[in-house]
């Protein structure tokens, strides 16, 4: 998202808790961005980057700043472009500290590696453990940083200019980001795009979205790069900047535009992976799938653990669209219990399933599973029986992960990173002591208890020739390694084929089973411990992951990739799955170590003094890509001596330097005219914040040719730490004319103060000051009593709401979860001009979600006013409706226009035309799938997706008093009185920068419909 998008959202954010007004039609909900911790910042700088840290992980910056050096050279040489400017680099230890971001105001999810933000080049990254991951990430969203300076340079200067109309296409930035940072192509690109083109939902590319742009877009770079050459990358994109078309870009340098390009990608991909079908078989070919997710909606099945009478499975699904741990019969997958509801509280803000998994305790009574709580990760014990949680454990690390419950039933065994270290810890349950049994830089993973208690298998990217602490090591390629315990020696089970993870042992300790890629694609393998033999037990299209063997030893269940997501499979006969010694290997892999060997025999002829090297086994880092860096860092100048010291210390280290506040613009825009009755007139809008977002300040002007016609904001935005506040000042002047048609201004200035507190990323509570003076004054007099109504008010209003929102959302709107809100709000009697009341007001919403997009919705909101000044509440019409019909022309007094409050929707109806100072409203609706694709040729070319379709019903009430209010009636006919209700249908669609929506109502009181409907077109997602 870029800067200007954030500063829009913040400020109008504020403008709506100042301004309370009429027009504020929707409370505000939202999920938090719950900052947990206060972080200490420093700064190293190399040549083209600073990098931003904490206090302590210094280490963590230095291996950052080094591998973007290194990365920038490839990214230079592939694009021919040197960057204009420094690039901010800001790293997290951890992705719950990365998650507390204020570079952009998004909740970030966990499965987002990093990101880089456009306006000011900030590239934001968090380390997760592994250094191989790291220094992709860093690789990736580097590229992201210098197409932005290619395309855009100065991004201030660009928004006047005409370059800053040309959008790069995802699939491009996001293809090319994973193409230089994967060396080209990986294996887990070639799994889903192998699986797309064989299972037929390879999309042409200026449709593709989501999760498979990153991998079409890679592919479709591949493509360019193999048949085109490198060379087209930076002349498509120099092209785009100067045309400002993709389509006008690709013709010019390749010929095809992006329709012609899909069509001859996709045909290729078909080419190259449909023979693969002859070779390997689909997972439920050899194994009982006990999970499909295309049939219950579920995207993730995953991280399957036997329980240890084996009858019983304990997975990670998304199937009801919050990530959750259910117990599925391992017969046939029947759910027998939703145990964990995740995603919901803050105890369970995230389950990290994407990195953990699941260990039931020897007696099958209990499991273990790690969550973020709170803001960082512990280990939950919980009873099976009742889903009640007994024990949590607690410890001072970054982030916890793959527990391993002990055969004795006493200690538990996981992942820990700790200031950028990831190791194996063990625990005792009934103490929480806690030891740490590896202590190095090496990426340990995946600790797996052997049958006897003696040994813990793991995976890890330590060297197999010196298990020294080193920070120079060929980092992301995975073997398996056993750790005894007593002595904690440590011996390697796999060397040099593929990269090996995943271990899980046989009952009787002789064999483990394991992942690994050697063929190219990730099949399970199993271990003899005693004869040292290792062979493949699947041989399958695309993938398989985290097997658990069963206690019998006669099964093992696994999840696989296929179709586009994950399901749970159980392999029953444990056997050689083809007669040869391996599994055929892909083309990928083939045509890789042909080329890596190739390289390798060129390298030595130059270098004969330099030993060769084997990079068959760098999945990740490919040879091809290893010995192109070598050779880019002999190629490339050297920058100038001077220039490297004055970032490094005489010993060779950077200089570490605290971290400064220093304000730059995140947004800039506006615009002068002039008239004949206001004269000149100038509007601007400013928002200036520091490097990491903590400090925001925000002016807004709309200058006239004197003062006090002139309206200006000023707002200050603090959200460094937990408590958020904001304060500011503000002065507006309006011109409105009455139901009288008389001509009057409003001018109102004051203060505003606010105060949020978020108890978890789910619920919060804020507290908003406002003081607001209101006069007014009329240009002509009452046409009756031919007096000026000139009035002047001075109000103090204190709100507290109490927030908490769970929503999942969809294309239009919220689609699973809830949301509620209390608030109450005062405006005390301080003065003799003062308005004085209190107001208080309920909404709870609720979401079913079924058959993928089918949605029912509850609202019930209500609300009431006392005090001499009572607010009104409005109710009538659809929110942010256009054009609407007002259903009053009484709704100009300062009560009225300032404090009151639209309620909506309430369709049949116009807008205010139910007003008092007590209301209720209910909406019931269905949300369908209506049009999943419209496209029109003439008279415009027009394109829309998923269009939604609604069936609703609206009833609610507003009245003054109590005695008067009746219901309904039976005078002429049982039916509606003072309540009123409205049915209809509607249309939504997404238009990419709003949603749109169409709605037909007709009102009706049970006894009478009216003869023709009202009609609502209006902006803006659903309630």
């Given at each position: 998202m870029r800067s200007a998008t954030y500063c829009l959202i913040m400020f109008s954010l504020v403008s709506l808790l100042l301004l309370g007004q009429a027009a504020?039609?929707?409370?505000?909900?939202?999920?938090?961005?719950?900052?947990?911790?206060?972080?200490?910042?420093?700064?190293?700088?190399?040549?083209?980057?600073?990098?931003?840290?904490?206090?302590?992980?210094?280490?963590?910056?230095?291996?950052?700043?080094?591998?973007?050096?290194?990365a920038y050279l490839k990214v230079r040489r592939e694009l021919r472009y040197d960057l204009t400017k420094r690039i901010p680099v800001i790293i997290y230890n951890s992705p719950n500290d990365f998650q507390q971001t204020n570079v952009i105001p998004n909740l970030i999810d966990e499965g987002v590696g990093g990101f880089t933000e456009a306006f000011k080049t900030r590239v934001v990254v968090p380390f997760t453990g592994s250094y191989e991951d790291f220094r992709h990430v860093l690789h990736h969203e580097l590229t992201h940083a210098v197409i932005y300076n290619m395309l855009y340079g100065n991004t201030f200067g660009s928004l006047f200019s005409r370059q800053y109309l040309?959008?790069?296409?995802?699939?491009?930035?996001?293809?090319?980001?994973?193409?230089?940072?994967?060396?080209?192509?990986?294996?887990?690109?070639?799994m889903v795009i192998r699986d797309a083109a064989i299972n037929g939902y390879l999309t042409p590319l200026e449709f593709t979205g989501g999760f498979l742009v990153y991998k079409e877009g890679q592919s479709a770079i591949s493509y360019i790069v193999e048949k085109y050459g490198e060379e087209k990358l930076s002349e498509i994109l120099t092209k785009g900047r100067s045309q400002l078309s993709m389509d006008k870009a690709l013709k010019s340098a390749i010929g095809l535009d992006q329709k012609g390009l899909s069509e001859e990608w996709m045909k290729a991909q078909r080419k190259r992976y449909w023979p693969e079908i002859a070779l390997r078989k689909e997972a439920r070919e050899f194994a009982k799938q006990l999970t499909h997710h295309p049939k219950d909606g579920s995207y993730v099945n995953e991280k399957p653990a036997f329980s240890p009478a084996g009858d019983r499975l304990a997975i990670f699904s998304d199937r009801s669209d919050y990530t959750e741990i259910y117990i599925v019969s391992a017969i046939d997958g029947k759910v027998i219990k939703r145990l964990v509801k995740g995603e919901r509280s803050g105890d369970f803000e995230s389950l990290h399933s994407y990195v953990s998994g699941l260990a039931w305790s020897p007696d099958g009574k209990n499991l273990v599973f790690a969550?973020?709580?709170?803001?960082?990760?512990?280990?939950?014990?919980?009873?099976?029986?009742?889903?009640?949680?007994?024990?949590?454990?607690?410890?001072?690390?970054?982030?916890?992960?793959?527990?391993?419950?002990?055969?004795?039933?006493?200690?538990?065994?996981?992942?820990?990173?700790?200031?950028?270290?990831?190791?194996?810890?063990v625990t005792s349950i009934e103490d929480q002591e806690l030891l740490k049994l590896t202590d190095d830089v090496y990426g340990d993973e995946d600790p797996s208890f052997s049958p006897d208690g003696r040994f813990l298998a793991f995976s890890s990217d330590r060297?197999?020739?010196?298990?020294?602490?080193?920070?120079?090591?060929?980092?992301?390629?995975?073997d398996l390694y056993l750790l005894e315990l007593e002595s904690r020696r440590i011996t390697e089970l796999t060397k040099g084929e593929g990269s090996n993870t995943s271990p899980t042992w046989s009952p009787d300790g002789s064999k483990i089973c394991f992942v690994s890629d050697r063929n190219g694609i990730y099949n399970l393998y199993v271990a003899d411990l005693d004869s040292s033999e290792i062979f493949p037990i699947t041989n399958v299209l695309s993938g398989c992951f985290s097997p658990s063997w069963?206690?019998?030893?006669?099964?093992?269940?696994?999840?696989?990739?296929?179709?586009?997501?994950?399901?749970?499979?159980?392999i029953k006969e444990i056997k050689a799955a083809v007669e040869e010694d391996a599994l055929a290997k892909t083309p990928y892999l083939l045509a890789l170590e042909l080329d890596t060997v190739s390289v390798a025999v060129d390298t030595v002829e130059e270098e004969p003094e330099e030993p060769s090297r084997d990079f068959s086994s760098f999945v990740f880092r490919a040879g091809k890509n290893e010995l192109d860096s070598l050779a880019e860092l002999v190629e490339e100048e050297i920058p100038e001596k001077s220039d490297t010291i004055s970032y490094r210390l005489a010993n060779g280290e950077y200089r570490e330097r605290k971290y400064k506040l220093k304000f730059t613009p995140d947004l800039v825009s506006g615009a002068l005219s002039y008239d004949t009755f206001f004269g000149f007139q100038g509007q601007s809008l400013i928002a200036v914040s520091d490097m990491l977002g903590n400090h925001t300040f925000i002016l807004a002007t709309d200058v006239v040719n004197t003062i006090d016609q002139s309206n200006f904001q000023i707002f200050y935005l603090y959200q460094a730490r937990r408590l958020s506040l904001g304060t500011?000042?503000?002065?507006?002047k309006y011109y409105y004319i009455d139901d009288l048609d008389r001509l009057f201004s409003d001018r109102m200035y004051g203060a505003v103060a606010y105060f949020s507190f978020p108890f978890s990323k789910f619920t919060r509570v804020d507290l908003d000051l406002t003081q607001l003076s209101v006069d007014r004054r009329y240009n002509e007099p009452h046409p009756v009593t031919q007096t000026f109504d000139d009035r002047s008010v001075k109000v103090l209003v204190?709100?507290?709401?109490?927030?908490?929102?769970?929503v999942l959302w969809g294309h239009t709107g919220p689609i699973n979860g809830s949301r509620s809100l209390f608030s109450y709000e005062y405006a005390p009697d301080i003065t003799s001009r003062s308005l004085t009341y209190g107001a208080a007001r309920m909404d709870f919403r609720k979401y079913f979600h079924f058959k993928k997009r089918y949605n029912f919705v509850f609202r019930l909101t209500g609300g009431f006013s006392h005090g001499d000044d009572r607010k009104k509440f409005f109710l009538g019409g659809q929110s942010n409706w256009i054009g609407p019909s007002l259903g009053s022309g009484d709704i100009y007094g300062i009560n009225?226009?300032?404090?009151?409050?639209?309620?909506?929707?309430?369709?049949?109806y116009r807008y205010f035309e139910v007003s008092g100072s007590k209301f209720f409203l209910t909406n019931i609706e269905l949300r369908y799938p209506f049009v999943e694709h419209f496209i029109m040729k003439f008279p415009l070319p027009l394109t829309l997706h998923y269009i939604n379709g609604t069936l609703f019903y609206d009833m609610g009430a507003a009245w003054n008093e109590n005695d008067r209010f009746k219901g309904g009636t039976s005078e002429g006919g049982t039916r509606l009185k003072d309540i009123k209700a409205g049915f209809g249908f509607g249309a939504r669609v997404n238009l990419g920068f709003f949603v749109l929506r169409y709605d037909v109502g007709w009102a009706t009181d049970f006894d009478w419909v009216a003869a023709k409907p009202r009609h609502y077109v209006s902006l803006g997602a659903e309630f």
């Amino acid at each position: 998202m870029r800067s200007a998008t954030y500063c829009l959202i913040m400020f109008s954010l504020v403008s709506l808790l100042l301004l309370g007004q009429a027009a504020a039609q929707e409370p505000y909900f939202g999920k938090n961005k719950v900052h947990y911790k206060y972080f200490d910042w420093y700064l190293i700088q190399s040549e083209n980057f600073d990098v931003y840290y904490y206090k302590g992980e210094y280490a963590l910056a230095k291996f950052a700043a080094d591998v973007l050096q290194d990365a920038y050279l490839k990214v230079r040489r592939e694009l021919r472009y040197d960057l204009t400017k420094r690039i901010p680099v800001i790293i997290y230890n951890s992705p719950n500290d990365f998650q507390q971001t204020n570079v952009i105001p998004n909740l970030i999810d966990e499965g987002v590696g990093g990101f880089t933000e456009a306006f000011k080049t900030r590239v934001v990254v968090p380390f997760t453990g592994s250094y191989e991951d790291f220094r992709h990430v860093l690789h990736h969203e580097l590229t992201h940083a210098v197409i932005y300076n290619m395309l855009y340079g100065n991004t201030f200067g660009s928004l006047f200019s005409r370059q800053y109309l040309f959008q790069l296409p995802l699939w491009f930035a996001e293809g090319y980001a994973e193409y230089s940072s994967r060396g080209g192509w990986d294996i887990q690109a070639d799994m889903v795009i192998r699986d797309a083109a064989i299972n037929g939902y390879l999309t042409p590319l200026e449709f593709t979205g989501g999760f498979l742009v990153y991998k079409e877009g890679q592919s479709a770079i591949s493509y360019i790069v193999e048949k085109y050459g490198e060379e087209k990358l930076s002349e498509i994109l120099t092209k785009g900047r100067s045309q400002l078309s993709m389509d006008k870009a690709l013709k010019s340098a390749i010929g095809l535009d992006q329709k012609g390009l899909s069509e001859e990608w996709m045909k290729a991909q078909r080419k190259r992976y449909w023979p693969e079908i002859a070779l390997r078989k689909e997972a439920r070919e050899f194994a009982k799938q006990l999970t499909h997710h295309p049939k219950d909606g579920s995207y993730v099945n995953e991280k399957p653990a036997f329980s240890p009478a084996g009858d019983r499975l304990a997975i990670f699904s998304d199937r009801s669209d919050y990530t959750e741990i259910y117990i599925v019969s391992a017969i046939d997958g029947k759910v027998i219990k939703r145990l964990v509801k995740g995603e919901r509280s803050g105890d369970f803000e995230s389950l990290h399933s994407y990195v953990s998994g699941l260990a039931w305790s020897p007696d099958g009574k209990n499991l273990v599973f790690a969550s973020k709580s709170k803001g960082i990760d512990i280990l939950n014990l919980i009873r099976v029986k009742d889903g009640k949680i007994y024990k949590r454990l607690l410890f001072q690390l970054d982030a916890i992960r793959s527990p391993s419950w002990s055969p004795d039933g006493e200690r538990i065994a996981f992942v820990g990173i700790k200031d950028g270290e990831s190791d194996i810890y063990v625990t005792s349950i009934e103490d929480q002591e806690l030891l740490k049994l590896t202590d190095d830089v090496y990426g340990d993973e995946d600790p797996s208890f052997s049958p006897d208690g003696r040994f813990l298998a793991f995976s890890s990217d330590r060297p197999q020739d010196s298990f020294g602490d080193s920070s120079e090591y060929d980092y992301g390629h995975y073997d398996l390694y056993l750790l005894e315990l007593e002595s904690r020696r440590i011996t390697e089970l796999t060397k040099g084929e593929g990269s090996n993870t995943s271990p899980t042992w046989s009952p009787d300790g002789s064999k483990i089973c394991f992942v690994s890629d050697r063929n190219g694609i990730y099949n399970l393998y199993v271990a003899d411990l005693d004869s040292s033999e290792i062979f493949p037990i699947t041989n399958v299209l695309s993938g398989c992951f985290s097997p658990s063997w069963s206690t019998e030893g006669d099964k093992i269940a696994f999840s696989a990739f296929q179709k586009g997501g994950w399901d749970i499979f159980v392999i029953k006969e444990i056997k050689a799955a083809v007669e040869e010694d391996a599994l055929a290997k892909t083309p990928y892999l083939l045509a890789l170590e042909l080329d890596t060997v190739s390289v390798a025999v060129d390298t030595v002829e130059e270098e004969p003094e330099e030993p060769s090297r084997d990079f068959s086994s760098f999945v990740f880092r490919a040879g091809k890509n290893e010995l192109d860096s070598l050779a880019e860092l002999v190629e490339e100048e050297i920058p100038e001596k001077s220039d490297t010291i004055s970032y490094r210390l005489a010993n060779g280290e950077y200089r570490e330097r605290k971290y400064k506040l220093k304000f730059t613009p995140d947004l800039v825009s506006g615009a002068l005219s002039y008239d004949t009755f206001f004269g000149f007139q100038g509007q601007s809008l400013i928002a200036v914040s520091d490097m990491l977002g903590n400090h925001t300040f925000i002016l807004a002007t709309d200058v006239v040719n004197t003062i006090d016609q002139s309206n200006f904001q000023i707002f200050y935005l603090y959200q460094a730490r937990r408590l958020s506040l904001g304060t500011g000042i503000f002065h507006t002047k309006y011109y409105y004319i009455d139901d009288l048609d008389r001509l009057f201004s409003d001018r109102m200035y004051g203060a505003v103060a606010y105060f949020s507190f978020p108890f978890s990323k789910f619920t919060r509570v804020d507290l908003d000051l406002t003081q607001l003076s209101v006069d007014r004054r009329y240009n002509e007099p009452h046409p009756v009593t031919q007096t000026f109504d000139d009035r002047s008010v001075k109000v103090l209003v204190a709100s507290l709401s109490w927030i908490n929102d769970t929503v999942l959302w969809g294309h239009t709107g919220p689609i699973n979860g809830s949301r509620s809100l209390f608030s109450y709000e005062y405006a005390p009697d301080i003065t003799s001009r003062s308005l004085t009341y209190g107001a208080a007001r309920m909404d709870f919403r609720k979401y079913f979600h079924f058959k993928k997009r089918y949605n029912f919705v509850f609202r019930l909101t209500g609300g009431f006013s006392h005090g001499d000044d009572r607010k009104k509440f409005f109710l009538g019409g659809q929110s942010n409706w256009i054009g609407p019909s007002l259903g009053s022309g009484d709704i100009y007094g300062i009560n009225e226009l300032y404090f009151g409050n639209i309620v909506t929707p309430l369709r049949g109806y116009r807008y205010f035309e139910v007003s008092g100072s007590k209301f209720f409203l209910t909406n019931i609706e269905l949300r369908y799938p209506f049009v999943e694709h419209f496209i029109m040729k003439f008279p415009l070319p027009l394109t829309l997706h998923y269009i939604n379709g609604t069936l609703f019903y609206d009833m609610g009430a507003a009245w003054n008093e109590n005695d008067r209010f009746k219901g309904g009636t039976s005078e002429g006919g049982t039916r509606l009185k003072d309540i009123k209700a409205g049915f209809g249908f509607g249309a939504r669609v997404n238009l990419g920068f709003f949603v749109l929506r169409y709605d037909v109502g007709w009102a009706t009181d049970f006894d009478w419909v009216a003869a023709k409907p009202r009609h609502y077109v209006s902006l803006g997602a659903e309630f």
